[in-house]
């Protein structure tokens, strides 16, 4: 599906966002 893989990178791009807030 396009719709999940269209997801998947906007999870892959936002994740490391998100890291870095943790470690923050």
Do not use: D, N, W
């Not at 396009?2 to 490391?16: A, C, F, G, K, N």
């Amino acid at each position: 599906m396009l719709l999940v893989h269209s997801l998947l990178q906007l999870l892959q791009t936002i994740e490391p966002r998100l890291s870095y807030r943790s470690e923050g």
